[in-house]
Structures are given as C-alpha cells and as structure tokens.
T-cell receptor, first 116, second 113 residues
Framework: AQSVTQLGSHVSVSEGALVLLRCNYS??????LFWYVQYPNQGLQLLLK??????LVKGINGFEAEFKKSETSFHLTKPSAHMSDAAEYFC??????????????FGAGTILRVKS | DGGITQSPKYLFRKEGQNVTLSCEQN?????MYWYRQDPGQGLRLIYY???????QKGDIAEGYSVSREKKESFPLTVTSAQKNPTAFYLC????????????FGEGSRLTVL
C-alpha cells in the first residue's frame, strides 16, 4: 500500500524567505502526486499535481514542486514567502487513471507559519 | 456558482445518537468521497462512490454509513457504533478522467458531548 510522509509537522519562515515543504512517497510504481493547501476551518484546495509528464510542476500562488524518482520525493517550494501563504499543506498520492484512480492517500500535513 | 456544499458546518451530538452529514455538489462530477481529518493525522478515507447506487469502503469505514441515490448527493451517517466520532469531516468530488484532482467542500465539524 502506498504511504506518504511529510517531514516536519510545523515549518516557520520569515516573509520573503524560501519555503520548502518536504514530501516522500513509497510506491513501487511512480504514482500521481499532489499538493493541497488548507486554510483554517476550510476545505482543501489543489495547489499542483504531477501526472508523469514534466518532473517540475508549477502551481498556483507561485508554488512549484519537483518529482525525483530516485529520491521518491515531491518537495514543495516557493522562492519568497508571503504572509498569505500561512496555512496547512498536504501532500497526497494516487495510483493514476483507473477505477480507484482518485482514491488518494494523504500525508499528515505541514503547518506553515510566516513571520513578519 | 458550482461547488460542493456541506451542512451543517458545526454539529453537536450526544453519545449514542446517530447523525447525518449532508454533501451536495452541482459540478456534475461522477465520484464523491468522505474524508475524516484529525489533528496531525492528515485525511483518512471513510467511503467513496464512483457512480450512483455504488460505493466502497475506505480505510476507516467502521461506524459510518453512506448512500448514493443521486449523482449530486452523498450523505454520511455517523452511527453510535463509531467509537471516537469527534472530528472534522470533509466531502470531495472529482470528475471522470482527472485522476486525483479532488474538489472539497468546506467541511463539517462534529463534536460529541
């Protein structure tokens, strides 16, 4: 079974600094990978997704992630943090097209704090 | 506007009572999902449905039940058999052919007193 590990339950950065949120997956077959963002007391919103095309994926709000098969990683980055980026971020993996293609496994989440 | 509507947003329940959480979508999506969110544990799949009148158990289905009589609706019942029901519940939907791209509602927070 797939699993997703997010390193660091809390990450704190200064406004304008680099954001790096780590995600590793375990799967014998490269899965589809996703990053979602959640603001307090709200649902999740898709930031970006990797579906076996380009390994560097650009998403909304200036975020991007790079799929590295050799490291089984899909870390999320943003060059310059903004106060509005403060939220909880979830990495997720799915098996791709098929009957259960949309059945995602989520990581435990990383809360990003942005200091002024 | 198209989207997913969950109700109620907040719900309090006494132990031993069943409660039903509503989820309605007007996105014309085929698949719908229920996730449970607990602090530090991410999201765990309760039930999902790919088509009307069909649904499958997720990883933590015990103590929950669902129905899918209409494409737009996927209600979740938290029964008295669920030992620890206090949580944030999220409903999601996805269109055919967009593997893994889930659209979420704003959630329902259930507290058992």
């Amino acid at each position: 079974a797939q699993s997703v590990t997010q390193l660091g339950s809390h990450v704190s950065v200064s406004e304008g600094a680099l954001v790096l949120l780590r995600c590793n997956y375990s799967s014998s077959v490269p899965p589809y990978l996703f990053w979602y963002v959640q603001y307090p007391n709200q649902g999740l919103q898709l930031l970006l997704k990797y579906t076996s095309a380009a390994t560097l994926v650009k998403g909304i709000n200036g975020f991007e992630a790079e799929f590295k098969k050799s490291e089984t990683s899909f870390h999320l980055t943003k060059p310059s943090a903004h106060m509005s980026d403060a939220a909880e971020y979830f990495c997720a993996a799915g098996e791709g097209p098929g009957r259960d293609g949309n059945k995602l496994v989520f990581g435990a989440g990383t809360i990003l704090r942005v200091k002024s | 506007d198209g989207g997913i509507t969950q109700s109620p947003k907040y719900l309090f329940r006494k132990e031993g009572q069943n409660v039903t959480l509503s989820c309605e979508q007007n996105l014309n999506h085929d698949a719908m999902y229920w996730y449970r969110q607990d602090p530090g544990q991410g999201l765990r799949l309760i039930y999902y449905s790919q088509i009307v009148n069909d649904f499958q158990k997720g990883d933590i289905a015990e103590g929950y039940s669902v129905s899918r009589e209409k494409k737009e609706s996927f209600p979740l019942t938290v029964t008295s058999a669920q030992k620890n029901p206090t949580a944030f519940y999220l409903c999601a939907s996805s269109p055919r052919g967009m593997a893994g791209e889930l659209f979420f509602g704003e959630g329902s927070r259930l507290t058992v007193l």
